[in-house]
Protein backbone atom coordinates (compact mmCIF):
# COMPACT_ATOMS: atom_id res chain seq x y z
CA UNK A 1 0.00 0.00 0.00
CA UNK A 2 1.20 3.70 -0.88
CA UNK A 3 1.45 5.99 2.39
CA UNK A 4 4.17 7.66 4.28
CA UNK A 5 6.23 5.82 6.94
CA UNK A 6 7.80 8.03 9.58
CA UNK A 7 10.16 6.33 12.71
CA UNK A 8 11.07 6.15 15.51
CA UNK A 9 7.69 6.20 16.47
CA UNK A 10 9.23 7.37 20.07
CA UNK A 11 12.38 9.03 20.60
CA UNK A 12 14.25 9.60 23.99
CA UNK A 13 17.18 12.53 23.53
CA UNK A 14 19.46 13.47 26.32
CA UNK A 15 20.22 17.43 26.36
CA UNK A 16 22.74 17.98 23.76
CA UNK A 17 22.19 15.21 21.44
CA UNK A 18 21.60 15.92 18.10
CA UNK A 19 18.74 13.27 16.61
CA UNK A 20 17.23 12.10 13.03
CA UNK A 21 13.76 11.55 12.31
CA UNK A 22 13.28 9.48 8.90
CA UNK A 23 10.47 10.14 6.99
CA UNK A 24 9.66 7.80 3.81
CA UNK A 25 7.07 7.83 1.21
CA UNK A 26 5.89 5.98 -1.86
CA UNK A 27 3.13 7.91 -2.79
CA UNK A 28 5.64 9.57 -5.69
CA UNK A 29 4.98 12.80 -4.39
CA UNK A 30 7.08 16.02 -5.56
CA UNK A 31 6.39 17.75 -2.04
CA UNK A 32 7.46 16.77 1.21
CA UNK A 33 6.61 18.82 4.72
CA UNK A 34 7.90 18.44 8.66
CA UNK A 35 5.41 19.62 11.23
CA UNK A 36 5.42 20.57 14.98
CA UNK A 37 2.66 19.62 17.22
CA UNK A 38 2.19 20.84 20.77
CA UNK A 39 -1.11 20.69 22.53
CA UNK A 40 -3.14 22.77 21.68
CA UNK A 41 -1.63 24.80 19.25
CA UNK A 42 -2.56 24.46 15.45
CA UNK A 43 0.48 22.73 13.27
CA UNK A 44 3.76 24.36 12.52
CA UNK A 45 5.53 24.53 9.29
CA UNK A 46 9.25 23.66 10.55
CA UNK A 47 11.14 22.77 6.86
CA UNK A 48 9.27 21.96 3.45
CA UNK A 49 10.45 20.67 -0.16
CA UNK A 50 8.88 20.58 -3.58
CA UNK A 51 11.57 18.80 -5.28
CA UNK A 52 14.76 17.14 -5.09
CA UNK A 53 17.96 18.70 -3.80
CA UNK A 54 15.84 21.76 -3.12
CA UNK A 55 14.30 22.19 0.48
CA UNK A 56 12.92 25.58 1.94
CA UNK A 57 12.38 27.10 5.58
CA UNK A 58 9.02 27.39 7.09
CA UNK A 59 8.05 29.20 10.27
CA UNK A 60 10.10 27.94 12.87
CA UNK A 61 13.19 26.32 10.98
CA UNK A 62 15.92 27.45 13.78
CA UNK A 63 17.20 24.46 15.67
CA UNK A 64 16.39 22.21 12.73
CA UNK A 65 18.20 20.68 9.44
CA UNK A 66 17.35 18.47 6.78
CA UNK A 67 18.12 16.94 3.40
CA UNK A 68 16.44 15.97 0.33
CA UNK A 69 18.84 13.58 -1.72
CA UNK A 70 15.93 11.24 -2.78
CA UNK A 71 12.31 12.16 -3.98
CA UNK A 72 11.06 9.06 -1.24
CA UNK A 73 12.70 10.32 1.96
CA UNK A 74 13.31 13.92 3.98
CA UNK A 75 14.62 13.08 7.04
CA UNK A 76 14.85 15.74 10.07
CA UNK A 77 17.38 16.14 12.31
CA UNK A 78 16.55 18.08 15.69
CA UNK A 79 19.93 19.62 16.66
CA UNK A 80 21.06 20.53 19.81
CA UNK A 81 20.48 24.44 19.31
CA UNK A 82 16.82 23.66 19.02
CA UNK A 83 15.61 25.24 22.80
CA UNK A 84 12.45 23.02 23.35
CA UNK A 85 12.39 20.17 21.19
CA UNK A 86 10.44 17.97 23.04
CA UNK A 87 7.30 17.44 20.77
CA UNK A 88 5.11 15.29 18.57
CA UNK A 89 6.94 15.55 14.87
CA UNK A 90 4.76 14.91 11.49
CA UNK A 91 5.57 14.42 8.17
CA UNK A 92 3.65 14.66 5.00
CA UNK A 93 3.68 15.08 1.59
CA UNK A 94 0.84 16.40 -1.33
CA UNK A 95 0.74 16.46 -4.93
CA UNK A 96 -1.27 19.17 -6.26
CA UNK A 97 -4.11 17.53 -8.39
CA UNK A 98 -7.59 19.69 -9.83
CA UNK A 99 -9.36 17.40 -7.85
CA UNK A 100 -7.97 17.40 -4.37
CA UNK A 101 -6.02 20.48 -4.44
CA UNK A 102 -3.20 20.64 -1.77
CA UNK A 103 -4.74 17.58 0.20
CA UNK A 104 -1.43 16.38 2.87
CA UNK A 105 -0.94 13.08 3.80
CA UNK A 106 0.52 12.49 6.68
CA UNK A 107 2.49 10.38 8.45
CA UNK A 108 1.88 8.70 12.08
CA UNK A 109 4.05 10.61 13.24
CA UNK A 110 7.43 10.37 16.07
CA UNK A 111 7.15 11.88 19.42
CA UNK A 112 10.12 12.96 20.70
CA UNK A 113 11.08 13.83 24.32
CA UNK A 114 14.30 15.28 25.71
CA UNK A 115 15.30 14.40 28.93
CA UNK B 1 -1.72 37.35 9.44
CA UNK B 2 -3.68 34.77 8.41
CA UNK B 3 -5.87 32.75 11.79
CA UNK B 4 -7.40 29.85 12.03
CA UNK B 5 -9.64 29.95 14.92
CA UNK B 6 -11.48 26.55 16.45
CA UNK B 7 -14.39 26.06 18.93
CA UNK B 8 -15.08 24.54 21.07
CA UNK B 9 -11.06 23.65 22.16
CA UNK B 10 -13.12 20.29 23.51
CA UNK B 11 -16.50 18.91 23.80
CA UNK B 12 -17.57 15.66 25.44
CA UNK B 13 -21.00 14.05 23.57
CA UNK B 14 -22.90 10.55 24.28
CA UNK B 15 -22.23 8.04 21.00
CA UNK B 16 -25.54 8.87 18.50
CA UNK B 17 -25.95 12.20 19.75
CA UNK B 18 -24.87 14.75 16.61
CA UNK B 19 -22.13 17.87 17.39
CA UNK B 20 -21.34 20.56 15.40
CA UNK B 21 -17.52 22.25 14.98
CA UNK B 22 -16.49 25.43 14.21
CA UNK B 23 -13.73 27.15 12.51
CA UNK B 24 -13.62 30.86 12.07
CA UNK B 25 -10.73 32.10 9.55
CA UNK B 26 -8.59 35.37 8.77
CA UNK B 27 -7.10 34.25 5.88
CA UNK B 28 -6.23 35.79 2.40
CA UNK B 29 -6.22 35.48 -0.54
CA UNK B 30 -8.32 31.95 0.10
CA UNK B 31 -8.21 29.24 -1.90
CA UNK B 32 -9.74 26.26 -0.39
CA UNK B 33 -10.78 25.30 3.25
CA UNK B 34 -10.46 21.43 4.94
CA UNK B 35 -11.21 19.69 8.16
CA UNK B 36 -8.93 16.72 9.09
CA UNK B 37 -9.24 13.71 11.49
CA UNK B 38 -6.76 13.41 13.89
CA UNK B 39 -6.63 9.72 16.22
CA UNK B 40 -4.81 10.28 19.49
CA UNK B 41 -0.75 9.44 18.60
CA UNK B 42 -1.77 8.97 14.74
CA UNK B 43 -1.34 11.74 11.49
CA UNK B 44 -4.16 13.57 10.24
CA UNK B 45 -6.65 12.20 7.86
CA UNK B 46 -8.33 14.70 5.26
CA UNK B 47 -11.98 14.43 5.65
CA UNK B 48 -13.48 16.99 3.49
CA UNK B 49 -12.13 20.02 1.04
CA UNK B 50 -14.33 22.94 0.47
CA UNK B 51 -13.36 25.75 -2.26
CA UNK B 52 -15.34 29.02 -2.53
CA UNK B 53 -17.87 28.56 -4.53
CA UNK B 54 -19.11 25.14 -2.46
CA UNK B 55 -21.34 25.37 0.68
CA UNK B 56 -22.11 22.08 1.76
CA UNK B 57 -19.79 18.85 1.83
CA UNK B 58 -20.38 15.64 2.96
CA UNK B 59 -18.42 12.30 3.82
CA UNK B 60 -20.52 9.78 5.27
CA UNK B 61 -21.51 11.44 8.91
CA UNK B 62 -19.28 14.00 8.35
CA UNK B 63 -21.08 17.40 6.77
CA UNK B 64 -18.90 20.50 6.31
CA UNK B 65 -20.29 23.91 5.39
CA UNK B 66 -18.61 27.12 4.52
CA UNK B 67 -19.53 29.94 4.26
CA UNK B 68 -17.11 32.80 2.17
CA UNK B 69 -18.84 35.94 3.15
CA UNK B 70 -18.46 35.49 7.40
CA UNK B 71 -15.22 33.01 6.51
CA UNK B 72 -16.92 30.57 8.94
CA UNK B 73 -17.00 26.90 8.31
CA UNK B 74 -18.62 23.68 10.07
CA UNK B 75 -18.12 20.42 11.01
CA UNK B 76 -20.97 18.50 11.75
CA UNK B 77 -21.17 14.96 12.74
CA UNK B 78 -24.13 13.24 12.77
CA UNK B 79 -25.30 9.96 14.82
CA UNK B 80 -21.93 9.96 16.83
CA UNK B 81 -20.06 6.82 17.41
CA UNK B 82 -17.36 5.76 19.91
CA UNK B 83 -14.63 6.07 17.12
CA UNK B 84 -15.36 9.86 16.57
CA UNK B 85 -13.38 10.50 19.46
CA UNK B 86 -10.29 11.94 17.97
CA UNK B 87 -9.40 16.35 17.11
CA UNK B 88 -10.91 17.75 14.08
CA UNK B 89 -8.94 20.20 12.62
CA UNK B 90 -9.29 23.18 9.86
CA UNK B 91 -6.87 24.26 7.87
CA UNK B 92 -7.28 27.18 5.53
CA UNK B 93 -5.29 27.24 2.42
CA UNK B 94 -4.32 30.77 0.85
CA UNK B 95 -3.40 31.12 -2.51
CA UNK B 96 0.40 32.59 -3.31
CA UNK B 97 2.89 33.42 -5.66
CA UNK B 98 4.74 30.53 -4.52
CA UNK B 99 1.98 27.88 -4.11
CA UNK B 100 -0.41 27.91 -1.44
CA UNK B 101 0.05 28.26 2.15
CA UNK B 102 -1.87 26.88 4.54
CA UNK B 103 -2.83 28.22 7.94
CA UNK B 104 -3.65 25.66 10.59
CA UNK B 105 -6.47 25.45 13.26
CA UNK B 106 -5.64 24.63 16.61
CA UNK B 107 -8.12 21.56 16.86
CA UNK B 108 -11.60 20.92 18.72
CA UNK B 109 -10.50 17.70 20.95
CA UNK B 110 -13.90 15.36 20.80
CA UNK B 111 -14.60 12.76 23.24
CA UNK B 112 -17.81 10.61 22.60
CA UNK B 113 -18.87 8.49 25.70
CA UNK B 114 -21.05 5.63 25.47
Known amino acids: DGGITQSPKYLFRKEGQNVTLSCEQN?????MYWYRQDPGQGLRLIYY???????QKGDIAEGYSVSREKKESFPLTVTSAQKNPTAFYLC??????????????FGEGSRLTVL | KNQVEQSPQSLIILEGKNCTLQ??????????LRWYKQDTGRGPVSLTIMTFSENTKSNGRYTATLDADTKQSSLHITASQLSDSASYIC?????????????FGGGTRVLVKP
Open chain 2, 23 to 32: CNYTVSPFSN
Open chain 1, 92 to 105: ASSIETSSRPGELF
Open chain 1, 27 to 31: LNHDA
Open chain 1, 49 to 55: SQIVNDF
Open chain 2, 91 to 103: VVSARGAAGNKLT
